[in-house]
């Protein structure tokens, strides 16, 4: 009970066909296209990310522009608090209340922003 497998003949023919040269040369041709459309769109996604980084490091260099600003302000405004409070004001409410402006426009400013 033996049956003749019919699939052999058509693997054989499938095999040849695989191997002909123009099937090989057609087959390199469309890997070549694919790999070739994929680079190109890494290539635009690399340029984009670049894009990117630049507009967040000159966004993070104002920034730290700003703090550096804020911080000579804040600095300059607790050394006067600082005089005030040497200068023989000993009610502690009115440093309270200084510091509590302080704060107040602080936030104001951030808000407004």
């Known amino acids: 009970m033996y049956r003749h497998n019919t699939d052999l003949s058509y693997d054989r023919n499938q095999r040849k066909q695989k ?3 123009l099937n090989v040369e057609k087959d390199n041709d469309l890997q070549a296209n694919e790999l070739r459309s994929k680079v190109a769109s890494l290539k635009s996604l690399t ?3 670049g894009n990117e980084v630049r507009e967040h490091n000159k ?3 104002t920034l730290s522009d700003d703090f550096e600003k804020s911080g000579g302000i804040l600095g300059a ?3 006067k608090l600082g005089f005030v409070s040497k200068k023989g004001y000993k ?3 009115l440093c309270y209340l200084i510091f509590f402006c302080f704060f107040v ?3 104001m400013w951030l808000v407004s922003r």
């Open 105 to 107: 426009f602080w936030i």
């Open 19 to 21: 191997l002909d040269p």
């Open 77 to 79: 405004t607790l050394s």
């Open 59 to 61: 966004f993070l260099d």
């Open 91 to 93: 009610q502690s409410n």
């Open 47 to 49: 340029i984009e990310i």
